[in-house]
């Protein structure tokens, strides 16, 4: 449609789309994609993994995750997080502790070497452990001797795992000490209260939530590596298998059936891990908010 009144075409008024509902379709469309990947990468896994476990039924499932070498590696799992989570825990609040309150010299070094396995594949991980402690290494010889064996047996599957989680409690303490600074501190010292009473009544309280999500985080990397723990495990059967090397070497027998059966137990942790991690990013929310008002 064109004007003509004074010999200058006019184009059509074309039809007015309001910014708002311009971003009204734009969000609908990334939910929707966000769902459809969620669902094609996350969901339908993990239901073809419960299906798979529980196909031949559930007398079949429990056979699977009570046969002695499965059974064996469950109690190594839950033995190398034991150790694994406390001292991760002892060391991400020691370092989280000096890191926010503390100037020094090489503090930026520290905090590097905190990142460090975030950067370097945990296979990578288990085989300098193995150059350090192996027959061959550097230490494992002197180690022999005395006899004390690390590589290919549960020591070295419980330091290569400290070594590959302790990032993470670490790292959720950092920022909220930094926020909260040490007025608290303070004022508990100045009232009498001794260092040690001042750390537990007053410090750790004011990161629990931050602390509680590190934790969780921790114990289910702990129990789920796969990479650092193949290197040093030596795939002993029913010695040095935890459950994802169980899961590999079931899969590989072409036993799929125990294979997921042995999987949807990880499969339970990682969902349990994702409800009390919502919970606990809910109450980190609030504190790390409070902090702010403060």
């Known amino acids: 449609m064109t004007d003509v009144t004074h010999g200058a075409p006019v184009a059509a008024p074309r039809a007015f789309v309001s910014p708002a509902t311009e971003r009204r379709v734009v969000r609908i469309v990334l939910v929707l994609v966000a769902i459809?990947?969620?669902?094609?990468f996350l969901f339908l896994p993990l239901i073809s993994v419960f299906y798979e476990a529980f196909r031949a039924g559930f007398s079949a499932f429990l056979r699977a995750v009570t046969e002695r070498e499965t059974a064996s590696a469950i109690r190594l799992t839950l033995l190398v997080a034991a150790f694994s989570?406390?001292?991760?825990?002892?060391?991400?609040?020691?370092?989280?502790?000096?890191i926010a309150k503390y100037?020094?010299?090489g503090k930026s070094l520290l905090i590097t070497l905190i990142d460090l396995p975030?950067?370097?594949?945990?296979?990578?991980?288990?085989l300098i452990y193995v150059l350090m402690f192996g027959a061959q290494g550097y230490i494992g010889p002197v180690l022999a001797d005395h006899g004390i064996k690390i590589i290919f047996a549960v020591p070295g599957i419980v330091l290569a795992t400290i070594f590959v989680t302790f990032p993470f409690i670490a790292r959720e303490l950092i920022p909220i000490m930094q926020a909260q600074g040490s007025q608290d501190e303070e004022a508990a010292l100045s009232l009498g209260a001794s260092g040690l009473k001042t750390f537990f009544r007053v410090a750790l309280p004011n990161v629990k939530w931050a602390l509680l999500y590190g934790v969780l985080l921790c114990n289910a990397r702990a129990m789920g590596e796969f990479g650092a723990v193949s290197v040093v495990s030596g795939h002993i059967r029913g010695k040095t298998n935890t459950m994802p090397l169980q899961v590999e070497i079931l899969y590989n027998e072409y036993n799929y059936g125990a294979a997921f059966a042995v999987a949807s137990l990880l499969a339970l942790l990682a969902l349990f891990t994702l409800i009390v991690k919502s919970v606990l990013e809910w109450r980190y929310a609030d504190e790390i908010a409070a902090t702010r008002r403060h």
């Open 103 to 105: 100037e020094f010299k």
């Open 118 to 126: 975030f950067s370097i594949s945990p296979v990578t991980s288990g």
């Open 36 to 40: 459809a990947f969620l669902a094609i």
């Open 85 to 98: 989570v406390p001292a991760n825990l002892v060391f991400g609040v020691a370092a989280a502790w000096a």
